[in-house]
């Protein structure tokens, strides 16, 4: 059985950006990007949409902490990174 990578977060960063890109509310409230990926007429904000902008809200709250989160590329500091607990 092979043994899986870890996802990187450049990876995460890339999918996030193609989800906040295709899954917008369309004129009638539902999500764009869940009717042509998957065929589902669903409210937005929808599930991947939900996910990725909290996400980016953890990210972005860390960085201005300057905190790293779990899995995150590690910040550059003069006294080390601070680690959040798992």
């Given at each position: 059985m092979p043994i899986e990578q870890p996802i990187s977060p450049v990876d995460i960063a890339e999918a996030?950006?193609?989800?906040?890109?295709?899954?917008?509310?369309?004129?009638d409230g539902r999500c764009r990007g869940c009717y042509v990926d998957y065929s589902r007429l669903v409210p937005h904000?929808?599930?991947?949409?939900?996910?990725?902008?909290?996400?980016?809200?953890?990210?972005r709250t860390a960085a201005f902490l300057g905190?790293?989160?779990?899995?995150?590329?590690?910040?550059?500091?003069?006294?080390?990174?601070?680690?959040?607990?798992?």
């Open positions: 996030i950006r193609r989800i906040l890109q295709s899954h917008i509310r369309m004129l904000p929808c599930i991947p949409f939900d996910w990725a902008t909290s996400v980016q809200a953890r990210d905190v790293v989160t779990p899995g995150a590329a590690p910040a550059q500091s003069e006294t080390g990174p601070k680690r959040l607990s798992a």
